[in-house]
C-alpha cells in the first residue's frame, strides 16, 4: 500500500510537552513541512524563543539556537549576516516578539534583514501560568487581569504585525490562524512562502499565527477554536497585511 | 604583516588588535569612553570585508555577539561601564551555552549614570559574574596601549580555547590616551586552527547542533555546572598572570595595582625606592583568574611584609588580595573614584605613613 502521509523529514519522532488542544504542535509541523518541501533542511538554522516552544529544538530536525527572552531576532540577525547562504528563522510567541522583544523586532525589521519570523499569536502568557499577553483581548481574564483586561489600566491588544508593515524595509507579512482546517492550509502556505522570500532575498517576511491555549483561556479545545474564530479574528483579522 | 610604530589611542588599539586577532563579527552601542572603538571597527571591519552592525541596544549587541559565536565566528561587543551592565544577562547566556567572545569594558565612574571620567568600580561586576548563575569569566587587564592591542590576541585564544567569555577590562583613561603601538608579527594561535565542530552552520552531512543553556531534565543542570566548575579551576591553575617588580628579596611594602592605576603606582615606587624604602610590586594582568600564587610567596619572603592596594574604586580587588593573603600579612587599601585618580604623591604620602 502507497504511504501518503508521513512525518516530515525536519520533524523528529519524539511526543511534544504540549499541552492537548495547543497549536504549537501544528506550528512545528508547518514550519518542518515547509523546510522538507522547500529541500531546506541541512541549510535551516531555527531560533527558538523562550515561551512554552522554548524547547522546539527538541522537536525540530535541523541545526538550532536558543536565544534569551525576546533576543532571537538578535541573535538571528548575526547568523544570517555572517552566513548569508544559510535559512534562519525565528519562532516567537506574543511575549517574546512583542514585550520583551519589540526592540529587537522593530529594529531588525526596520534594517530589513533577510530572515524569516514565525510569530505564535495565543493572546496570553502559557508557560509562566498564564498572565496578560500584548496581545490579550480587552475583557479576557488572564492570572494577572483577573477581571479581564482593561483599556485604561492595560492598554489595547497589541497589533505589532500593523504596525511593522509600516516599515518601508519590511516585504511580507501576513495574519493566519490554526482554527479549522481551511485555516491551517492557508497557514501552511503563507509559512511557506516567508521561507521562500528568504531563499529569494526578498527581505523581512513575518507570519503571525493565531493559535489556542485551552489551558490558560480555561477552555474546552473545541471551544478555544470556537474562540479563535469569533473573538480573536475580530480583533486580529486573518490575511496578507503586506 | 610588516612591523610598524604608529600613534594611537588605547581604544583604536583595542580594535585594531582584534582585527588582526581575527574577529570576524562586532556589535555595539555607542557610550562615552569608548567610541573610538567602535568607530574604527565601523571602518575597518567592513574594509576587511568582515560585519559590524551598530545595535539598537546593548541588549541586542551582545546578544549579536551570542548568534556570531554560535555560528563559530571569533566575535566580540565593546562598552562602557552602564552598557556592560545591559549587556550582563547576555553574558550568563553566553557562559551557559559555552560560548567564546571578547568583551571590551572601559570603564567610566558609576553608580548609575555616573560621569564619563575614568574608574575601575566594575572589578567586582567582571571578576564576580554581574549576571545570574554560578559562571566566570577571564578577565585580562591591559596597561597600556601596546597591552591593549596584544591582549585583543590573548582575549581571542584564551575564549576560543576555554569556549567561554573574556572580558578586556580597561578605564577611560587607557581608552583615551595616545601612545606608541608597534604593530608586529605576532604568533598567536589562528582561528582555523581552531575547529568547531559544535557551530550552527545547517546540518549537511552530520546530525542537527544545537546552541543553549536550558538544561530541565533532573540532574542535568547539577551535572553540566560541575563541568563548568572544572574547566573554570584548569584556568584558576593554567592562566593567572601577573608583572611583579623586586619580588626576588624580601621588601617591607609590596603595592598592588592594575590597569591604568598600575601606571601611577609604579612611578611611586621607583620614587619611594630611591628613598631607600623596601619596595615591591605586584601588577595583577588576569583579574581573574586572581594571581593568587604570588602574595603567599612574598608574605614567606617577609612574614611582616605589608601590601598596599591602589585602586580607582573603593576597594574592590582588594578584597581578592585579602583572600590571597588570607590573614598572614596586614592588607591597607587607598583608592578614589568618581573623577579623582591617585596621584603619585598621594600615593607616596600615603605609604610613607603605614
Known sequence: ?242 | MVKKKILITGNEALAEGAIQAGCLFYAGYPITPQNELIACMSKRMIEMGRVFIQAESELAAINMVYGASAAGARSMTSSSSPGVSLKQEGISYLAGAELPCVIVNIMRGGPGLGNIAPAQSDYFQATRGGGHGDYRCIVLSPSSVQEAYEHMFKAFDLADKYHIPVIVLGDGMLGQMMEPLIIKPTNHESQTKNQKPWALTGCKGRKPNVVKSFFMAEGDLEKFNLKLQDKYREIENKEARYEGLFLDQAQELIMVAYGSMARIAKQALLNLRDKKLKAGFIRPITLWPFPKEIFGQVVRKNPKVKFLVLEMSYGQMVEDVKLAVNGRAVVEFLGRSGGGILSEDEIIKYAKSI
Open chain 1, 1 to 242: 500500500m502507497q504511504k501518503v502521509f508521513s512525518r516530515p523529514q525536519a520533524l523528529k519522532d519524539k511526543q511534544t510537552h504540549y499541552c492537548p488542544g495547543c497549536g504549537h504542535g501544528i506550528a512545528h509541523r508547518l514550519v518542518a513541512e515547509a523546510v522538507d518541501e522547500l529541500g531546506i533542511r541541512e541549510e535551516v538554522i531555527g531560533i527558538a524563543p523562550v515561551g512554552c516552544s522554548v524547547i522546539a529544538y527538541d522537536y525540530w530536525n535541523f541545526d538550532c539556537s536558543e536565544a534569551a527572552h525576546g533576543r532571537a531576532l538578535a541573535v538571528a540577525t548575526a547568523i544570517k549576516r555572517l552566513k548569508p547562504q544559510n535559512i534562519v528563522f525565528t519562532y516567537q510567541g506574543d511575549g517574546d516578539l512583542a514585550a520583551i522583544g519589540t526592540a529587537e523586532t522593530i529594529h531588525t525589521a526596520n534594517r530589513g534583514e533577510n530572515l524569516t519570523v514565525i510569530f505564535i499569536n495565543n493572546a496570553v502568557y502559557g508557560m509562566t501560568g498564564g498572565q496578560m499577553a500584548p496581545t490579550t483581548m480587552l475583557g479576557q481574564k488572564t492570572a494577572t487581569t483577573v477581571k479581564g483586561r482593561d483599556p485604561t489600566l492595560h492598554g489595547y491588544p497589541l497589533k505589532i504585525s500593523e504596525l511593522l508593515a509600516s516599515l518601508p524595509s519590511v516585504k511580507y507579512i501576513e495574519r493566519v490562524s490554526l482554527h479549522n482546517p481551511q485555516e491551517v492550509n492557508k497557514a501552511k502556505k503563507a509559512i511557506k512562502q516567508a521561507f521562500q522570500n528568504q531563499i529569494e532575498g526578498v527581505g523581512f517576511s513575518l507570519v503571525e499565527v493565531l493559535s489556542s491555549c485551552p489551558t490558560y483561556w480555561d477552555m474546552p479545545p473545541v471551544k478555544a477554536l470556537d474562540w479563535m474564530k469569533e473573538v480573536m479574528t475580530k480583533e486580529f483579522p486573518l490575511g496578507r497585511i503586506k
